[in-house]
Nanobody, 124 residues
């Protein structure tokens, strides 16, 4: 099992930046692909980004491509989400998740372990 704790959320103006962190503990972090998802009020949880266990591959949702960057430091058991050019539509609770599949996956049900989430609010 792996436990995940997100941090770094907050209130930011449109056009600003935030960096989210997700610290993992428990099982060997470097064996998991990691993903970021978000959920806005009254909407389904949405895929944001994913990174392979070794950092060699990344994948992004269309709505964040070119603005968000996912990265990881296996030595620190941490995955990051750098969010630039934020928009009010990016307002949501952001979750990190862990998956031991051999391929990067983008669906909620593919991920076994989840953090509690961190709120990101972008004001216009």
């Amino acid at each position: 099992q792996v436990q995940l704790v997100e941090s770094g959320g907050g209130l930011v103006q449109a056009g600003g930046s935030l960096r989210l962190s997700c610290a993992a503990s428990g099982d060997t972090f470097s064996t998991y692909n990691m993903g970021w998802f978000r959920q806005a009020p009254r909407k389904e949880r949405e895929f944001v980004a994913a990174i392979r266990w070794n950092g060699g591959n990344t994948y992004y949702g269309n709505s964040v491509k070119g603005r968000f960057t996912i990265s990881r430091e296996n030595a620190k058991n941490t995955v990051y989400l750098q969010m630039n050019s934020l928009k009010p539509d990016d307002t949501a609770v952001y979750y990190c998740a862990a998956d031991k599949s051999v391929v990067l996956r983008t669906t909620v049900r593919a991920y076994e372990y989840w953090g509690q989430g961190t709120q990101v609010t972008v004001s216009s």
